[in-house]
Every structure is written in structure tokens, then in C-alpha cells.
């Protein structure tokens, strides 16, 4: 399928389709609104509805709709998918696309990091002198992901881990006169224990910027960790453990809350609490950071 042929297929139709496949394949109803109709929240539903009816598009059914907070997601269906790989030169075969309710556990989680990468997209777009260059989804890394091993002690006493590393995003912002800024994203749903996460991700997140392996893949051994975490309280206590954990090379931890995110500019917003501090800061501070400081 080069082009489809059905006659109220329009640009924009084509752009939705490009958006459900670059946003892991997935996509919220609200966050299509969002992306491409503003506030006309019925204009979005009567598109989303035609797309359905012309077959490039799909949602869950009523029992799976039930189980989602206040919304619907959409998916490619194979002619969308066929669309798509028209667009990129690409066989059906080559492209790898999300099927119809692939990954259903995952679903709430991807819709609140498309919520962030949405967030921080308009975010960069607001200000000319930031560009976001690179966005890579955690479907990638679940696909092919890194494997390292790191000391961590335990009970006073030192022993290897080894541990997959999966990073919801990875992403860049470059701003002209500095070197690009490398971003890895842990969504935190307040799921997980305490020392769960600093053995899985405090000392896993910091041997892997560290790692051979994370240069080989990214080309550099940079990066700060941004973890959006659901309250306050949970901040704080994540805070209080990653210094308890690393000391200063906790400073390489950001934090902040969904909310925050939400209701203000992530990107030049003092809405993350870098390490054990209690003041926030802006992921960009100002845009006065010395050139030749590290990112």
C-alpha cells in the first residue's frame, strides 16, 4: 500500500497514523487530541471513529475499555502498518509494529511515558533554542537491551550483579553552543520497594552510563536518569535513598512528580530535585551552564 486510496483519507489522518506508530505504537485518545486538535475533543472522536471505520486504526474491545482509567487507546491495524512501511520504503515484514493489543500489562504504563514524551516534545518546541533530536521508546530496549555487571554491597559485604537494563526512553535535547543533553526516563508507578530499586536501578543506572556497553550504543558515557514518580512523599524517600545508596553520584538521579510534569515546562521549569537536594532546579537552568561542563 503506497497511498491509500479511500477518499476521506486526508494528511492529517496520515500524520495520526505516523504519531500511534513513532509513540511505541500506541496512543491514548486524549493524547491524539492533544497532538492534533487542541481543545475540539468531539472533532478528535468523530476522525478517530472515521479512521476505525476505514480500517487503518482499531481500539479495544468494551471488556478491555473497561479496565482503562477514563480513556481509550488506539493501535495500527495492518493496513495502517502497511501505510506506514510505505512511508520508510520497508516491507510489512521488515517494520516492527505493535499488533492490536500486544503488550496489554504495559498499556496504562506507555500511556503515561507518551504523557511525558508529549510533555516534553511541546515542551522543546515552545523554544527555538532547544531541539529534540532522538527519542527511543522502551519497546526498544525490551526488543534488545543491554546486559552489565557492577559491585554492590550488601550487608558489608561486596558482590557482582548482573542485570538487563531498560530504560522506559532514552532522549536527547541539543541547544546550540553545548553539548547535547542525554536523558534516560524511569517512570515510577510506586510499585516497587525501596531496596528493590536501588539494586535494580540506582546502582544498575549508574554502572550502566558507566558502561562499554552504554557507549558503544549512545557513542558517549553521559547521561542523567529523570525519574517521574507519583507524590511528594515517594520524592522524597527516593531521594533520601539513592544518597544513602551513592552519595554523590546520586546527583546523576533527577526527580519530580507526574503532576509537575503536567502542569509545567519540563524542560526549563525548576521542577526536579537533583540528588539528595532539597531546592529544585531546570533540567536547562537559565541556559547559563559553562559550555564545558559535562551533560
Partial sequence: MSKPTHPRFTARDGQILEAIFAYDGVLADYQIQRLFFGAVKRTAEIRLQKLVEMGYITRPDRQHRAQLPGYTVYWLTKPGAEYIASLQGQSLADLHWRKPEARWSLVQHDIAVNDFRIAVTQAAAAHSELQLTEWIPSS???????????????????RKERRGVRPDSYFVVVQPGYPPSRFLLELDRATEHHPRFAREKLHAGIAYIKSPAYRQRFGYNAGRWLVVTTSDMRRGNMQELAERELGKAAAAFYYTTKNLTEQYNPLIEPIWFKGAEETPTALFESYTRNPQDGH
Fill in 140 to 158: 526498544i530496549f525490551w526488543a534488545d537491551h543491554d546486559t552489565i555487571e557492577y559491585d554492590i554491597k550488601q550487608d558489608g559485604k561486596a
